[in-house]
């Protein structure tokens, strides 16, 4: 008799265990082992259990080729679903193959279970193979499927409710546990003392400070109190949540007639600023994005500016806002707001700013570049792959949750009641504003190197963003090139590997919409290439969404320093605002601590984290990736520990880019 050794192993998440009868098939070239009961003494399946079970065909498999699984009902009790985690089996000849399983198992479901090292399809060559292949991938096409949400907008998936989303792309127990707890703690809190529900202005900036009674951390303190800094307000665009827009400028826009004699007194003494734009030391916000955008219905008319501000990067290496302009057009009733205007003028100017650009970062830096081309990468994986190839092994975990959160976010952030439709934008201005950004986005811009590099920040002093996140690129760039080279030694492989040319074809079609001039790859011809997709992708689902998302409480909670409404008019004279002014156009109360809530509920910590680089199931089974998995986590903790010993030195710190406080996937 023969014997192969059958290692089951239950997930170890709540209700994972079953109490139903588990069947196995092995099947091999030379033939199947009879479909066997996995059955032992006690319990079998129970959650987080390993067992060893023994099947005993007649005569060598072969070369063991996919494991079949079945459920069936114990006795006449209701359907109890299993989470199988994997199946290792070990043969006669002492191989030991892992079956990653990673799903849960109903009764009547066809489970078939690839095992050993990662194939691309035209590796394969066993006839029950091509078939079991092509079938997986029809089937997943099957289910997943694109839907729209608005036109000119990257493609989402094709399920309306979370609660329809196969059971392992869904949040688990704790997670879903915790979220209700942290909107039902922040909701009692804030019902508690009166504020949630109120249409009251507020009457002062202290009072806002009463809502921060929810949740303190010392860099939300930090911006309460220091806000209204014109230093502040410089390094805000360079390590808080929006380090995506600012750019050096060499010359001013037509449209921004900023003259020497207004910015003169804010320069070093002697310099201009066209010597100081020589030196590359003035910079320029510019949201001609948003111009035009009509606001949304309100018990008074709302208003958001797309205006332009220029810094002036000082000899203490401080980012200074030296001159502000409200809207597009120069006009007299639009002035240009200088550092030396009435104090409540300048500070007003610069929250009109702040104003539009939390919205423009929410909105596209946030939602659309990461979290909708995430779903929009995970789909194209979902729909393209099989679970053998190397690029899904590779890239599945990077995608954990954000079917779900997105599903389940996007009515609440973007819907006619969403958070962010309370904004001074309703839901269809944000779409547009989102339309015009996917028309503008091109593949460099999502390349951080090359983004820094387009925009002249490569030798601007103190910002953090650039300097973790080129070298936290590295680290994923190495890692990827690594595994890509492995698994495609040459040009050739990538070109005949058709699932992989799919996969690039869906994205290019789905989610960057068949814009040529986006630069996205229509198909891979090199190797090269395929590692630098595959780099964004991971950087911009791991760290790019962790520096954008992080810090949403500590830098936004704090209406005053990013206001999402602006119920009053912007200035258009100098010397006519006073802090009722400005109280009178802040959110009112009610306001406040709802776009306050948001901040918390999508930054409080959750138990159930995957950290960047950690891979807790098992999918490689060769050794290779798995030595490659090691060096790469080896990399992310040296970093880390740069990082930390930085921050510790600096009276803001910088943590976003910290791989020991990254999720590998969108899952927020
Ligand atoms: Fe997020």
């Known amino acids: ?58 005569a060598s498999l072969g070369k063991l080729l996919l494991v079949k699984l079945e459920k069936d009902p114990y006795l006449l009790l209701p359907e109890n679903e299993w989470f199988c985690s994997n199946i290792v089996v070990t043969t006669p000849e002492g191989d030991r193959i892992l079956f990653p399983c990673n799903r849960w198992v109903s009764r009547g479901e066809l489970v078939e279970l690839r095992g050993g090292r990662a194939m691309k399809v035209f590796e394969e060559e066993h006839p029950l193979l091509i078939d079991h292949r092509k079938l997986e991938v029809m089937l997943r096409q099957k289910l997943f499927k694109w839907g729209v949400y608005a036109a000119g907008l990257p493609h989402m998936n094709n399920f309306k409710d979370s609660s329809n989303l196969p059971d392992e792309l869904r949040f688990s127990l704790s997670k879903n546990v915790e979220l209700a707890s942290v909107k039902v703690n922040t909701a009692i809190k804030l019902k508690f ?26 860099i939300a303190e930090y911006v309460s109190e220091h806000w209204s800094e014109d230093d502040f307000f410089g390094f805000q665009f360079l390590n808080a949540t929006n380090p995506n827009v600012i750019q050096r400028c060499s010359e001013l826009p037509s449209n921004f007639p900023v003259t020497e004699e207004m910015v003169k007194p804010f320069l070093q003494p002697g310099s201009s600023l066209q010597r100081e734009m020589e030196k590359g030391n003035i910079f320029l916000r510019d949201y001609k994005r948003m111009d035009g955008l009509p606001t949304r219905k309100y018990d008074q008319p709302l208003h958001l500016t797309a205006g332009l501000c220029l810094f002036y990067m000082n000899p203490e290496n401080k980012l200074m806002p030296i001159a502000i302009q409200l809207h597009q057009q120069p006009s007299e009733q639009n002035p240009i707001f200088l550092p030396s205007d009435p104090e409540n003028d300048w500070l007003l100017a610069k929250m009109f700013l702040k104003n539009a650009d939390v919205i423009e970062y929410e909105t596209v830096y946030h939602l659309m570049m990461t979290h909708f081309l995430a779903e929009a990468f995970a789909v194209a994986t979902l729909r393209s792959f099989p679970v053998i190839h190397p690029l899904y092994k590779l890239l599945i975990p990077h995608f954990r949750y954000t079917l779900q959160i997105n599903t389940t ?8 009641d969403g958070v962010l439709s309370q904004s001074s934008l309703g839901t269809e201005s944000l779409t547009e504003l989102m339309r015009r950004a996917q028309s503008e986005m091109t593949y460099s811009s999502l390349c951080l190197p090359e983004d820094i590099a387009a925009r002249g920040l490569e030798s601007i002093p103190n910002f953090y963003y650039r300097d973790d996140g080129v070298k936290l690129w590295g680290i994923i760039s190495s890692f990827v090139k690594a595994m890509v080279e492995h698994y495609y030694p040459s040009d050739t492989e990538v070109q005949k590997d ?60 704090w209406t005053p320093n990013s206001p999402l409404l602006m119920r009053k008019p912007p200035p258009t ?33 959750y138990s159930d984290v995957v950290l960047l680089g950690t891979y807790p199931v098992e999918r490689f089974d060769e050794p290779a990736p798995k030595k490659m998995i090691k060096e790469f986590q080896a990399n992310l903790t040296d970093l880390s520990e740069v990082i930390a010993k930085r921050n510790s030195k600096l009276v803001v710190p910088y943590n976003y880019l910290n791989p020991a406080q990254m999720e590998n996937s969108i899952a927020i």
């Open 193 to 218: 003392t009166g504020l949630a529900d109120s249409t009251d202005q507020w009457q002062s900036i202290e009072a806002m400070k009463k809502v921060f009674l929810c949740n303190k951390t010392p």
């Open 573 to 605: 004279t100098k010397g006519k605002s006073s802090m009722k002014t400005i109280l009178e156009t802040l959110p009112n109360v009610g306001e406040t601590v709802n776009f306050m809530s948001l901040g918390l509920l999508l930054t409080s910590p």
């Open 409 to 416: 976010g996007r009515p609440l952030l973007m819907g006619p």
């Open 1 to 58: 008799m023969t014997e192969y050794k059958v290692q089951v192993t239950t997930g170890d998440m709540t209700h994972a265990g079953t109490r139903d009868y588990i069947h196995v098939t092995l099947f091999g070239t030379e033939g199947e082992t009879e479909r066997t009961n996995l059955d032992k003494w006690g319990k079998d399946f129970a959650t987080g259990m390993t067992r060893i079970y023994t099947v005993e065909p007649k």
């Open 498 to 557: 058709s699932e992989l040319q799919a996969w690039i074809k869906e994205i290019y079609t789905h989610c960057f919409l068949g814009d040529k001039k986006s630069g996205i790859p229509t198909s891979f011809q090199t190797v090269e290439e395929v590692i630098k997709f595959v780099t964004m992708v991971i950087f911009r689902v791991s760290a790019q969404h962790a520096a954008v998302n992080n810090g949403q409480y500590e830098y936004n909670a």
